[in-house]
């Protein structure tokens, strides 16, 4: 049986790295993890071995990866030590890590979903406090943040930290 790539345990799934067609061998908990699941605290950090992998696939997965876990310590480490090959680097840019919006809860956030602010939050610039137990509804994804999402508070758009809600 084959070892998942990233952290060894059985693999379950091969995963095809866009846009190229070369694969990784994941286990149930990684395939799991990459699509937004809840992975076992510390489960990621196995990326610190998976960069050193001989395959580039296993390379450029482990770089997006670790991007998305930059603003943690260990994996900004982990990114300051990976050394990519610049038409390995290329492929791993070509499809930018998805980030993956989570509310203060945990919780996986959509664009269009409805959350509930549990902070008293200061609008910058807009001269009044967004109101805790305020709905904000219809939200919207900051693209290049997983910690922002837009919503509309008071009939002004404001930008708001994932980390002051909680979905509805």
């Not at 409805?114 to 902070?119: A, D, G, M, N, Y």
């Amino acid at each position: 049986m084959a070892e998942c790539e990233i952290c060894g345990a059985p693999a379950t799934t091969d995963m095809a790295i866009a846009p190229r067609t070369e694969t990784v061998a994941l286990c149930a908990t990684c395939a799991g993890g990459i699509k937004g699941e809840e992975v076992p605290e510390g489960h990621w950090q196995s990326l610190t071995t998976a960069m050193w992998s001989e395959s580039d696939a296993v390379k450029v997965l482990s770089w997006r990866l670790l991007n998305r876990f930059k603003s943690e310590a260990w994996a900004a480490d982990a990114l300051d030590m990976l050394y990519l090959e610049p038409e390995v680097e290329e492929w791993a840019k070509a499809v930018g890590p998805e980030l993956i919006h989570r509310d203060s809860n945990g919780a996986v956030l959509s664009s269009g979903d409805t959350v509930v602010l549990i902070k008293d939050l200061p609008v910058k610039g807009g001269g009044f406090t967004a109101k805790r137990g305020t709905a904000v509804r219809g939200i919207s994804l900051v693209a290049d943040n997983a910690g922002h999402i837009e919503g509309r508070v008071e009939g002004q758009r404001i930008v708001i930290l994932t980390e002051f809600v909680k979905k509805k």
